[in-house]
């Protein structure tokens, strides 16, 4: 059973910085391609980053490109987000994701909190 823990969210005001971490467990993590999304208030859920089983290829929204850092560690079977230059509209409940290479089902962590005070 697949499954995603995130960590690591919190209160920041804008321009600080936050480190998202990802725990998987279930899997066998070098298979996967990860990704984080997040979902503001009354906001469908949005893609922010992602990166390939890998490692070696990385995509970012335009919204984030810059200011945020997705890394993975296949060792220790984590994900990670650096966000930095935090700005309010990146307020929201932030997921984990994650997708067996070739397949089309998503798995999903349950969330951490970020906001970001102005």
């Known amino acids: 059973q697949v499954q995603l823990v995130e960590s690591g969210g919190g209160l920041v005001q804008a321009g600080g910085s936050l480190r998202l971490s990802c725990a998987a467990s279930g899997l066998t993590f070098s298979m996967y391609n990860m990704g984080w999304f997040r979902q503001a208030p009354g906001k469908e859920r949005e893609f922010v980053a992602m990166i390939t089983w890998s490692g070696r290829d990385t995509n970012y929204a335009d919204s984030v490109k810059g200011r945020f850092t997705i890394s993975r560690d296949n060792a220790k079977s984590t994900v990670s987000l650096q966000m930095n230059s935090l700005k309010p509209d990146d307020t929201a409940v932030y997921y984990c994701?994650?997708?067996?290479?070739?397949?089309?089902?998503?798995?999903w962590g349950q969330g951490t909190q970020v906001t970001v005070s102005s």
């Open positions: 994701q994650c997708r067996l290479r070739g397949a089309s089902r998503d798995y």
